[in-house]
């Protein structure tokens, strides 16, 4: 079984916006309900997604209002003033994986929500287009939950093993092989050290992220026993 469809994380695969998207948080938290954050916090929210961030925000913060929308919508609200002071980091390779990849079948998985992913896409340029994004409030459960790959195979209407995950999360890689997919860790974002091996292949950056490998990994992996 062909690999057929590309299943994008993005932030830490595609981009690197989780510092920004930290900064944000705490100044709406500062600004709306007088919480300053630690960096402990500001940490925390790398390769995670928003289920995750908001749960660990509301046990560390009793007096957080906000419930997990308005948490997310607030920092969004921020995330344009930070995106213009700072800027936005595409990762190595990520605008020419996206270029050839254009006329498959592929997906954006995150979780992070659907605003900021509005936010975040035209800066990297119009190779980022995807037809099918599943994001944070798509899903009940968040990675290492397999729902949002699931979601996306689906969408596209291909086969689990017809389809290759680029990740860069120990949680990302797990939920891409529990939906039964082959797994592609890239290094270059990965500021917080995860462990990657248990990706199917580990590449430094997404320059390496070509048609030739995409071959070499159907040789290994084309039986679509891609979670094994």
């Known amino acids: 079984m062909a690999i057929r469809g590309f299943l994008f994380d993005l932030d830490g695969t595609l981009v690197d916006s989780e510092r920004e998207t930290a900064e944000a948080m705490a100044r709406a938290l500062l600004r709306g309900q ?50 213009a002071e700072l800027g936005i980091t595409v990762l190595p390779g990520a605008r020419a994986a996206l270029s050839w990849t254009q006329d498959r079948p592929r997906a954006l998985v995150t979780g992070s929500s659907r605003v900021e992913v509005r936010q975040v896409l035209p800066r990297i340029g119009p190779e980022a287009a995807f037809p099918v994004i599943v994001a944070a409030e798509d899903v009940t459960r968040s990675k ?85």
């Open 144 to 228: 290492p939950a397999p729902d949002g790959y699931r979601a996306a195979i689906a969408a596209l209407g291909l086969a689990p093993g017809e389809c290759l995950v680029i990740e860069d999360s120990v949680a990302g890689i797990a939920a891409g092989r529990s939906a039964g997919c082959i797994v592609v860790a890239c290094r270059a974002g990965n500021f917080a050290g995860w462990d990657q091996s248990g990706a199917h292949r580990v590449i430094d950056t997404l320059d390496e992220l070509t048609p030739a490998l995409v071959g070499e990994l159907d040789a290994h992996y084309g039986s679509g026993m891609g979670a094994s």
């Open 34 to 83: 007088r919480i300053a954050l630690e960096p402990y916090d500001r940490e925390f929210i790398i390769g995670r997604s928003w289920v995750a961030i908001y749960d660990s925000l509301a046990a560390r913060y009793p007096q957080l209002s906000w419930s997990r929308e308005e948490t997310i919508a607030q920092t969004a609200l921020l995330r344009d003033e930070v995106f």
